[in-house]
């Protein structure tokens, strides 16, 4: 962290870092922002430099040096830390809590650390009603799969397990050696060789329903390249149709569960979302499965299937006899 870019936040955020701590070493300041003990000195000669207008005794910033320790004597004013918003310190603990809860993506230990500063730092100013947290429950079952894989991928052993695949909606049993646990958009992932389907695959850990950890190596070939997740973990697939969906309130679940683009908010906690599917068959019953709580606007060949669909369920319910 020693350019430009970089420099202005920490010398913003020196002054009051300095003011909390009088006496403090240099090499220590150096370690928490993450820099040479070098170039902390060449910042604290450049605040010497800076200051209120008149840029005279009295108006710059006074810095007291002792041995190899410092203290601001006089701080111009800027003795204000710089403070997330509410909703910044909210996603940033989200995020750094299920970091934290993904055994083997993290130091979690750094990350814990993290997470105690910023809730020290956001304290008081977070308004009443903002509740900070994943709140999720982990039953002893996910637990358990969520031990068994990140002990395959640190003892890299290969594991067997039955996986649901939504898209298909299917289960199936599978071989896979371990490559890495990831994090991507909130969600916790295996990314592994797929003896299978002979590739390299992702398997979201809350879709695993058993895993056991095998005595065999893991071994992906040579040419197991990573996913690349820097510009999101689904893009989009020609072979693809996309539908257009207005969730009511209780089928916002949808949003979260099943990979979606473009949420818009609407009235009454209703929401758009833009869903890729590629095989028709189950997104019909996906949609009819759900009733009223969901509403098809696009394409129009998935609008007429449902309806047709649904007008067929209809008139077989009218041939039943009445309870």
Same mark, same amino acid.
């Given at each position: ?11 913003? +955020?020196? *002054?009051?870092?300095? &003011? +909390? ?13 993450? *820099? ?33 320790? *410092? ?12 403070? %997330?918003?509410? #909703? ?27 997470? #105690? ?55 199936? !049993? ?53 996913? !690349?997740?820097?510009?999101? &973990?689904? =893009? ?7 539908? *257009? ?28 979302? &833009? ?10 019953? &996906? ?14 060949? %998935? ?5 047709? =669909?649904?007008?067929?369920? %209809?008139?077989? #319910? ?6």
């Amino acid at each position: 962290m020693s350019g430009a870019t970089d420099r202005l936040p920490r010398l913003l +955020a020196l *002054v009051p870092y300095l &003011l +909390a701590r009088p006496g403090i070493p240099i090499d220590e300041v150096a370690e928490d922002f993450e *820099v040479t003990p070098k170039q902390i000195r060449k910042d604290l000669e450049l605040l010497w430099m800076c200051g209120l207008p008149g840029y005279g005794p009295g108006d710059l910033i006074d810095l007291s040096f002792e041995g190899e320790t *410092v203290t601001v004597t006089f701080d111009a004013g800027m003795s204000r830390p710089l403070r %997330l918003t509410a #909703a910044e310190a909210t996603s940033l603990l989200v995020a750094l809590r299920a970091l934290a809860e993904t055994p083997g993506v993290a130091d979690q230990a750094a990350v814990q650390r993290a997470v #105690a500063k910023i809730e020290a730092a956001v304290g008081q100013a977070r308004p009443a009603g903002v509740a900070v947290g994943l709140a999720v429950r982990e039953g002893p079952q996910t637990a358990r799969v969520r031990d068994a894989v990140s002990d395959g991928v640190r003892r890299r052993r290969a594991l067997r397990m039955r996986y649901y695949t939504p898209s298909r909606d299917e289960i199936t !049993d599978r071989v896979v050696d371990p490559m890495r646990l990831l994090l991507v958009e909130g969600r916790s992932y295996l990314e592994a060789w797929c003896r299978a389907a002979d590739g390299v695959r992702l398997f979201r850990l809350d879709r695993i329903d058993a895993v056991d950890v095998l005595d065999e190596p893991a071994s992906p070939p040579p040419h197991a390249t990573p996913t !690349d997740t820097s510009e999101g &973990l689904f =893009q989009p697939d020609p072979s693809q149709q996309t539908a *257009v969906l207005v969730l009511e309130p209780d089928a916002r679940w949808v949003a979260e569960y099943y990979p979606t683009d473009g949420l818009v908010e609407l009235p009454d906690g209703r929401a758009r979302v &833009l869903m890729r599917y590629a095989d028709t068959a189950w997104m019909v019953r &996906l949609l009819l499965g759900m009733g009223g709580e969901v509403h098809v606007e696009q394409p129009p060949d %998935l609008v007429a299937e449902v309806a047709r =669909q649904a007008g067929a369920a %209809l008139r077989r #319910a009218d041939h039943l006899p009445a309870t």
